[in-house]
């Protein structure tokens, strides 16, 4: 490190050498990653915002599956992970997580989803007065 | 007492065996990993409960009365060109080049930066018209989730500064390198948790 400005990857030490290059990206890499995210990005705007697809369902599936599609993007290309960094503890921590992270959230919308539809139905004196809503500058003007 | 039989006998054998391979001898990468899919536990939980309450309104404003799609446009390419500046820095580093390591640094702490700030703008509009934290369930998951993110961004940059000032001090030496590498993996997890909030929340927020 005497010369933390020489070109050459000599200024690193050798120490991390071997580990740089288990993550270390290349400039190909981020592109196609920018590239790909860019337009998995575009194409749920453009749904949304062009009312181009009718149907409600099938609009927050496709909005969905490409959120998924470009988080898968996202690990690939910028976080870099694979199955030979750090003896493939990453990919283990990583499913590890997955799995549970679904869990929480389809067991979290499925059951809340059986309480709602199962829930007795209120009393009027209990539910909210619409009255309560005070209507914003915003909103009027709709 | 009979523990004369147990402090006598000799000390047993290590009889434990790396059955894989050990991590390499600097472990931080793949601890700071571990950090951040705990930190995914955080922002599940955060959509989990935006996914319940996300059409509570209470009476109170929808979700296409209060989410403003441009804004959310300019503020997505944002935190994206900015995980791709951060990458390009990366880059940098691994060459040794630590003048444009620096640049790219700041173009992508500017581009955060921006993106905080107008989130924030965001948040105090929302907030003068009526549509707080307090006014209904959906709005309180959602602030919840979405000022998280904007949380972690805000710390994010400042991590970053105090590693730009490391770097120009003292160069780039094994422990910036680590450090920068796992800041690193820390930007670019923001942006893969934003591709959720602007899918999820904003998005299918509009729509449902």
Same mark, same amino acid.
């Given at each position: ?32 990653? #920018? ?24 609009? *927050? ?6 959120? *998924?599609?470009? *988080? ?23 499913? #590890? ?11 979290? *919308? ?33 | ?9 000799? !000390? ?57 799609? !441009? ?21 940098? +580093?691994? =060459? ?7 640049? @790219? ?20 509009? +929302? ?31 400042? @991590? ?8 120009? =001090? ?8 680590? =450090?920068?590498?796992?800041?690193? +993996? ?21 729509? =449902?």
């Amino acid at each position: 490190m005497s010369q933390p400005s020489s070109p050459g990857h000599h200024a690193m030490p050798p120490a991390s050498h071997d580990a740089m290059h288990e993550h270390q990206g290349s400039l190909r890499g981020y592109l196609t990653g #920018f590239l790909l995210a860019a337009i998995l990005t575009v194409i749920p705007f453009w749904l949304v915002m062009g009312h181009a697809i009718a149907n409600q369902q099938v609009l *927050i599936l496709v909005i969905l599956a490409l959120a *998924i599609v470009q *988080i898968f993007v996202h690990i690939v290309y910028f976080l870099h992970l694979d199955t030979r960094s750090e003896s493939g503890w990453n990919m283990m921590a990583f499913i #590890f997580t997955a799995v549970l992270v679904i869990i929480v959230l389809g067991a979290s *919308i499925w059951v809340m989803y059986n309480e709602n539809v199962n829930m007795m139905p209120m009393a009027p004196q209990y539910q909210q007065h619409p009255i309560s809503h005070q209507p914003t500058g915003k909103q009027a003007s709709r | 007492m009979n523990t004369t039989a147990i402090d006598t006998a000799p !000390p047993a054998p290590a009889d434990y065996y790396c059955l894989t391979e050990s991590p390499p001898r600097n472990g931080t990468l793949l601890g700071f990993w571990i950090y951040l899919m705990s930190d995914c536990f955080i922002f599940a939980s955060l959509f989990a409960c935006y996914a319940v309450l996300g059409t509570a309104y209470a009476g109170g404003p929808t979700g296409a009365e209060v989410l403003d799609l !441009p804004g959310l446009a300019v503020n997505t390419a944002l935190l994206l060109v900015s995980s791709v500046t951060f990458g390009f820095a990366m880059l940098e +580093m691994a =060459r040794g080049r630590k003048g444009a390591m620096l640049g @790219w640094l700041a173009v992508a702490g500017l581009l955060a930066a921006a993106f905080v700030s107008l989130e924030i703008r965001e948040f105090l509009g +929302m907030i003068a018209e009526g549509a707080g934290p307090g006014r209904s369930a959906f709005l309180s998951s959602f602030f919840t989730l979405v000022a998280t993110h904007g949380l972690h961004v805000t710390l994010g940059i400042l @991590w970053l500064v105090v590693l730009v000032v490391q770097s120009i =001090r003292f160069g780039l030496t094994e422990d910036n390198v680590r =450090r920068l590498r796992c800041l690193s +993996m820390f930007w670019h997890f923001l942006d893969l948790v934003w591709v959720g909030v602007f899918s999820y929340v904003y998005l299918v927020g509009v729509v =449902r």
